[in-house]
């Protein structure tokens, strides 16, 4: 079996087959959109390297087919390439997501050569947007440089971009630049308010954004695909949308969107945390999603006991897993959807209003509100405390659909426990 195959029975039973790890808080940027707040230290106790392998070793015996490691920036520890070295030898695929700031020549070939099968630059809009995202002059020069690194190298190469006020209304030109450099996947997540971007509300889409956000999207990959059959390329090997957790949902363009070429029609079918996926950082703290807030989602640490067993009976962990409508409320308790998307993106949902269960950005609930003539924006009540991983708190508001918002009458949107 090769690293990345599933067998019969990996989605039969929950089972962390894709796992985030953050090794690092340590960071060539301080982004100024940092879920993690990285920066230049690491934390203070991070896991040393003898903590690092038995953990991997842990992952491999717990049947994890997949890691991405992350940071901070991962590449910044002394002891990475032990890792990947570790990882790959039990089987397990391992690639990269960064900033690419460092990712030289050098530094990539040293990668690849470690076992490194792919690497996710993420690169926020163009040049200008970036750096300002970023807090780097010079960044999206680098991110680019590090995309042709990583290919001349021979790794898979893919992007990420968060999606933002600063950023949506140039994610067409966005797509032909990252397309024109040869990345094969262009993952869309929206910034969440969520570590450095709690503290930035204007920098947030409004809820009503993602129809605009989604259409353009959907607009891109049938571009991309028309530029495929022109160039007489398969479209399985053509530039590729995704769309992030966070991104949704049930709208016209679902299927175009979740779907792989090749590999059949997907949807949304709920958050995956602690089902197949889970996130580790860099102090050993376990999660069931990489992105989830640190302090309400916290199944155990490394340290002090045995992953499987966290895994296994952990309620922070395994909340996703069997849960019903029950805990939905606001619109997302009376969706038609509610059965197979249980609120969307629960990370997204629990860092904007405090909880999970009723999440604003969705395409279906946007529209839905705009053909009634409303639309939903989140207010900012409560500031994030300014730890890692950290949120503060929203409120929804519904106000009249109108090119002149700050003339639109707002009323507050009534809570359904």
């Given at each position: 079996?090769?690293?990345?195959?599933?067998?019969?029975?990996?989605?039969?039973?929950?089972?962390?087959?894709?796992?985030?790890?953050?090794?690092?808080?340590?960071?060539?940027?301080?982004?100024?959109?940092?879920?993690?707040?990285?920066?230049?230290?690491?934390?203070?106790?991070?896991?040393?390297?003898?903590?690092?392998?038995?953990?991997?070793?842990?992952?491999?015996?717990?049947?994890?087919?997949?890691?991405?490691?992350?940071?901070?920036?991962?590449?910044?520890?002394?002891?990475?390439?032990?890792?990947?070295?570790?990882?790959?030898?039990?089987?397990?695929?391992?690639?990269?997501?960064?900033?690419?700031?460092?990712?030289?020549?050098?530094?990539?070939?040293?990668?690849?050569?470690?076992?490194?099968?792919?690497?996710?630059?993420?690169?926020?809009?163009?040049?200008?947007?970036?750096?300002?995202?970023?807090?780097?002059?010079?960044?999206?020069?680098?991110?680019?440089?590090?995309?042709?690194?990583?290919?001349?190298?021979?790794?898979?190469?893919?992007?990420?971009?968060?999606?933002?006020?600063?950023?949506?209304?140039?994610?067409?030109?966005?797509?032909?630049?990252?397309?024109?450099?040869?990345?094969?996947?262009?993952?869309?997540?929206?910034?969440?308010?969520?570590?450095?971007?709690?503290?930035?509300?204007?920098?947030?889409?409004?809820?009503?954004?993602?129809?605009?956000?989604?259409?353009?999207?959907?607009?891109?990959?049938?571009?991309?695909?028309?530029?495929?059959?022109?160039?007489?390329?398969?479209?399985?090997?053509?530039?590729?949308?995704?769309?992030?957790?966070?991104?949704?949902?049930?709208?016209?363009?679902?299927?175009?969107?979740?779907?792989?070429?090749?590999?059949?029609?997907?949807?949304?079918?709920?958050?995956?945390?602690?089902?197949f996926v889970m996130g580790l950082e860099s102090d050993g703290t376990i999660k069931g999603c990489p992105s989830l807030p640190t302090a309400p989602y916290t199944g155990g640490n490394v340290r002090d006991a045995d992953i499987a067993e966290v895994w296994a009976e952990a309620d922070a962990i395994t909340f996703a897993r069997t849960r019903g409508t029950s805990?939905?409320?606001?619109?997302?308790?009376?969706?038609?959807?509610?059965?197979?998307?249980?609120?969307?993106?629960?990370?997204?949902?629990?860092?904007?209003?405090?909880?999970?269960?009723?999440?604003?950005?969705?395409?279906?609930?946007?529209?839905?509100?705009?053909?009634?003539?409303?639309?939903?924006?989140?207010?900012?009540?409560?500031?994030?405390?300014?730890?890692?991983?950290?949120?503060?708190?929203?409120?929804?508001?519904?106000?009249?659909?109108?090119?002149?918002?700050?003339?639109?009458?707002?009323?507050?949107?009534?809570?359904?426990?």
């Amino acid at each position: 079996m090769s690293a990345r195959s599933l067998g019969p029975d990996d989605l039969t039973t929950p089972k962390p087959i894709y796992v985030v790890w953050e090794t690092t808080l340590r960071c060539d940027h301080a982004c100024a959109h940092c879920g993690s707040r990285a920066g230049p230290a690491a934390r203070p106790d991070e896991l040393n390297t003898e903590e690092l392998l038995e953990v991997a070793d842990a992952l491999i015996r717990l049947g994890t087919r997949e890691v991405t490691l992350i940071g901070g920036e991962a590449y910044l520890r002394g002891d990475c390439t032990q890792l990947i070295e570790h990882l790959t030898a039990g089987g397990v695929r391992v690639t990269m997501q960064t900033g690419g700031r460092g990712l030289t020549k050098s530094r990539v070939r040293r990668l690849k050569d470690a076992g490194l099968a792919a690497v996710g630059v993420s690169i926020d809009g163009l040049a200008e947007s970036h750096d300002l995202l970023r807090d780097s002059p010079g960044s999206w020069e680098s991110a680019m440089a590090a995309v042709a690194n990583a290919r001349e190298a021979g790794l898979i190469v893919t992007s990420n971009s968060q999606i933002n006020r600063k950023n949506k209304d140039e994610l067409r030109e966005t797509a032909k630049a990252l397309r024109d450099a040869g990345v094969a996947v262009w993952r869309a997540q929206l910034t969440a308010p969520m570590g450095r971007a709690a503290d930035r509300p204007d920098w947030l889409l409004e809820p009503y954004m993602i129809l605009e956000v989604i259409d353009t999207l959907a607009e891109i990959q049938h571009w991309a695909m028309e530029q495929a059959r022109a160039e007489g390329v398969p479209l399985e090997r053509a530039f590729h949308v995704r769309l992030g957790n966070n991104v949704g949902y049930f709208g016209p363009h679902e299927l175009l969107l979740r779907s792989r070429p090749g590999q059949g029609e997907s949807h949304w079918q709920g958050c995956s945390a602690g089902k197949f996926v889970m996130g580790l950082e860099s102090d050993g703290t376990i999660k069931g999603c990489p992105s989830l807030p640190t302090a309400p989602y916290t199944g155990g640490n490394v340290r002090d006991a045995d992953i499987a067993e966290v895994w296994a009976e952990a309620d922070a962990i395994t909340f996703a897993r069997t849960r019903g409508t029950s805990e939905l409320w606001g619109f997302c308790k009376t969706c038609y959807y509610a059965e197979v998307c249980r609120g969307g993106c629960s990370f997204t949902a629990h860092s904007a209003l405090g909880r999970r269960g009723n999440n604003p950005y969705c395409y279906y609930r946007a529209n839905k509100l705009r053909r009634q003539g409303l639309r939903e924006r989140l207010v900012k009540r409560v500031a994030a405390p300014g730890e890692p991983y950290d949120f503060g708190r929203f409120e929804i508001e519904v106000e009249s659909w109108s090119d002149e918002p700050e003339r639109a009458p707002a009323r507050r949107l009534p809570v359904i426990a």
